[in-house]
């Protein structure tokens, strides 16, 4: 467990290890004095008895029980031991105790943007790109009307672009002779009363073909048409996936959070999820990407098995 916040470095499995090799040592020490005591108990209950007969010297004096001493020494050495195990037992229980709580605050944190991420931008609080790139950030440059939408739709069908035609101007601006082509005219895009599952189709081949430019205009061609189709959850998943595959990681969350909170239900919801921390991963959102990770397994338990390998495949790749 990592807590960027707080610069601590938890590993609660070496923490638990080693609360129980000291527990093991502490029971261990308690038993060998306790022993220890009966053995010199009885020695003494032993030497006792036979005073009489053995305990005095020649000169009457008492004789000294080596044996007796030695043990006294041991158990006192074994209690002084007791007694710092007990110390350091008590340490490591309030360490313990603070790297709970330290855990406890960073996952409250991490679940907070979770929750922010759910509800705004999928990069994270990164800054709006401007120009071009802000475009590209919500989704793709929108599409001018008229001629421009159907040039834009040429390359989701394959065809060749068209040309434009020539146009020749005076010294006024004013055109003189010549013709300019209707960009509409020649433009071969989705037809509008074309079925969702051709749309589709066409571009999940061109996903498959690697062609991912043309399959990402296909999706969007299909979600303009049919936003409500029966594909729409899927289409919306593979326009994540054409994005990340071309690069492009910030349309791609966008994507993947949109086929998450829209879909939640549909068969691609866990790998939507696992496909949106992966595109914050890459965009060095780490603490978020983490937890998005973790959701993964909260929210769809049952998830096929080789999502859930995945998950932890990419979490240790994040270094969650």
Same mark, same amino acid.
């Given at each position: 467990m990592r807590g960027t916040g707080s610069g601590v470095r938890v590993d609660g499995r070496k923490v638990e290890g080693t609360m129980k090799a000291v527990s093991k040592l502490l029971a261990a020490g308690l038993l060998l004095a306790t022993a220890s005591g009966a053995h010199a108990f009885s020695l003494s209950s032993l030497t006792g008895h036979g005073q009489n007969a053995d305990a005095r010297g020649e000169n009457g004096q008492p004789v000294l029980m080596a044996q007796s001493s030695d043990d006294s020494v041991e158990t006192g050495q074994l209690s002084e031991q007791v007694r710092k195990l007990t110390g350091k037992v008590e340490d490591l229980n309030y360490q313990l105790l603070q790297m709970q709580e330290q855990m406890r605050q960073m996952q409250k944190d991490y679940e907070f943007r979770f929750q922010q991420l759910e &509800?705004?931008?999928a990069s994270g609080g990164q800054p709006q790109q401007s120009g071009d790139a802000g475009k590209s950030a919500t989704g793709g440059q929108k599409r001018k009307q008229g001629g421009d939408q159907a040039s834009a739709n040429d390359a989701s069908d394959g065809a060749a672009p068209s040309s434009l035609g020539t146009m020749t101007v005076d010294e006024n601006g004013n055109p003189v002779g010549g013709s300019v082509s209707d960009p509409g005219a020649n433009a071969s895009g989705p037809d509008d009363s074309a079925s969702p599952k051709a749309i589709y189709d066409q571009a999940y081949n061109q996903v498959l073909d690697g062609q991912y430019e043309a399959a990402e205009k296909g999706f969007r061609d299909y979600l303009d048409i049919y936003p409500?189709?029966?594909?729409?959850?899927?289409?919306?998943?593979?326009?994540?996936?054409?994005?990340?595959?071309? &690069?492009?990681?910030?349309?791609?969350a966008r994507s993947f959070l949109d086929a998450?909170?829209?879909?939640?239900?549909? %068969? %691609?919801?866990?790998?939507?999820?696992?496909?949106?921390?992966?595109?914050?991963?890459?965009?060095?959102?780490?603490?978020?990407?983490?937890?998005?990770? *973790?959701?993964?397994?909260? *929210?769809?338990?049952?998830?096929? &098995?080789?999502?859930? %390998?995945?998950?932890?495949?990419?979490?240790? *790749?994040?270094?969650?």
């Open positions: &509800g705004g931008s409500d189709g029966p594909q729409a959850g899927d289409a919306t998943y593979w326009l994540g996936e054409s994005a990340f595959a071309q &690069g492009q990681f910030e349309d791609a998450h909170k829209k879909y939640p239900d549909s %068969k %691609k919801a866990p790998e939507a999820l696992l496909k949106l921390g992966m595109s914050l991963a890459a965009l060095k959102n780490t603490d978020t990407a983490c937890a998005t990770f *973790r959701e993964v397994g909260k *929210r769809y338990p049952n998830a096929p &098995g080789s999502v859930t %390998k995945k998950v932890k495949s990419e979490e240790k *790749r994040a270094g969650c």
